[in-house]
């Protein structure tokens, strides 16, 4: 029997950035109709369509061998995983997610005490137990099956609600009390699966080629021509991701300088490159930059 490597995909929200990590590190994956078994053109990955909220339970109990989730959700649910890597991407930025205390603009509350006896609603209930007895107060903690930014103050005095840039609260008439935690996606693995060595070497290859595209994201790559008179005036001008290729050409007194930099910063550079001398620049996209 061939050897498989059953995989784990977030549902929902993250599912077509995850997808796009994958198909810029060089995996073709496509979403069947209906179906919860994605494609994808890698005969020794088995892939399954699951919510982040579930995804540790599946891998703790040896249903997926790995898969990809959220800090938080692995911590709500106490789930005995491997994490292999983070992997911080997400569908709107790549700042980690946060989940905060949120009230009323117009409410009482100012910090964790002034939640004693109150009603919080949310879908990390017991991430938000911990952080209250953390801080020795008693509320009565409910799960919400979602929007629960619509739920104070008639059906909740607190809401803890995960947020990347707090609009959504803000525009629900909200305003955010303090952070209770900071989450990133992270690839975790089934502890037996980890210790398994064609298993293991399949998911360090795939966490490498997923970084790899994650570290080429916003960068491009620059080739150009340098008289060896003016090559220390046009090194002098390049933020180098490491220090610049520097190459011989047929003609001895002439170097190709190849080096990588921010995509932002591309615009204002090159002038600055040919006042001091490079010429032929190309520029070029990367899909992926492995250290």
Avoid at 59 to 82: F, K, N, P
Wanted: glycine share 6%; aromatic share 6%; charged share 25%.
């Amino acid at each position: 029997m061939n050897n498989v490597l059953k995989l784990g995909l977030p549902a929902g929200s993250l599912q077509e950035a995850t997808a796009e990590l994958f198909r810029k590190a060089g995996y073709k994956i496509t979403f069947p109709s209906r179906s919860y078994y994605p494609a994808i053109d890698d005969p020794e990955l088995h892939c399954t369509l699951i919510r982040a909220q579930e995804m540790g339970r599946y891998v703790a109990d040896g249903s997926l061998d790995c898969g990809l989730t959220g800090h938080d959700w692995i911590v709500e649910s106490d789930a005995q995983v491997t994490e292999l890597a983070e992997l911080v991407f997400s569908k709107v930025s790549r700042r980690p997610v946060r989940w905060v205390l949120a009230v009323p603009n117009d409410s009482d509350i100012r910090g964790p005490k002034d939640l004693q006896g109150k009603r919080i609603a949310t879908e990390v209930v017991n991430i938000t137990r911990k952080w209250l007895a953390g801080h020795g107060v008693t509320a009565n903690v409910e799960f919400s099956w979602g929007a629960t930014e619509v739920k104070p103050p008639k059906f909740a005095d607190a809401i803890v609600e995960v947020t990347e840039t707090g609009n959504s609260l803000r525009a629900n008439g909200l305003r955010i009390v303090c952070d209770l935690l900071s989450s990133t996606t992270r690839f975790v693995a089934n502890p037996v699966a980890a210790t398994d060595p064609w298993k293991r070497q399949k998911m360090d290859d795939l966490i490498l080629m997923l970084k790899g595209a994650m570290a080429a994201e916003g960068k491009v790559g620059l080739l150009m021509n340098v008289h060896r008179d003016n090559l220390v005036r046009v090194i002098a001008q390049l933020p180098a991701l490491k220090n610049p290729t520097v190459s011989p050409l047929a003609d001895a007194e002439w170097v190709a300088i190849n080096t990588i930099i921010d995509e932002d910063t591309v615009r204002h550079i090159i002038p600055q490159l040919k006042a001091a001398g490079a010429s032929g620049i190309v520029e070029y996209p990367l899909t992926k930059v492995i250290d």
